[in-house]
């Protein structure tokens, strides 16, 4: 079992950054690959970034690309989104994932889910 939790959510104007982090419990997080994705009131949750267990792998989906980064500690048992540039339409509750693969997934095919943490930008 694996248990997620979101921090660093918040409000902040356009253009402006934040910092989320996810701190996983269990010994065995450095063998599970990581996700963050976000949904906005009235859509579906979408795929944001992703991170293998070595950090070798990472993913973005294509309207974060060069303003959003993610990363993780294994000997913190976190994982982290950096989001620079952020626009009004990044506004939604962002949950990070984890799936015990190699390949991160880029679709919600993972097994343990955060609660989320709310970001929004305003104009």
């Known amino acids: 079992q694996v248990q997620l939790v979101e921090s660093g959510g918040g409000l902040v104007q356009a253009g402006g950054s934040l910092r989320l982090s996810c701190a996983a419990s269990?010994?065995?997080?450095?063998?599970?690959?990581m996700g963050w994705f976000r949904q906005a009131p009235g859509k579906e949750r979408e795929f944001v970034a992703a991170?293998?267990?070595?950090?070798?792998?990472?993913y973005y989906t294509a309207n974060v690309k060069g303003r959003f980064t993610i990363s993780r500690d294994n000997a913190k048992n976190t994982v982290y989104l950096q989001m620079n540039s952020l626009k009004p339409d990044d506004t939604a509750l962002y949950y990070c994932?984890?799936?015990?693969?190699?390949?991160?997934?880029?679709?919600?095919?993972?097994?343990?889910w955060g609660q989320g943490t709310q970001v929004t930008v305003s104009s």
């Open positions: 991170i293998s267990w070595s950090s070798a792998i990472t």
């Open positions: 269990g010994r065995t997080f450095s063998s599970y690959a």
């Open positions: 994932a984890a799936r015990q693969t190699a390949i991160p997934p880029q679709t919600p095919r993972y097994d343990y």
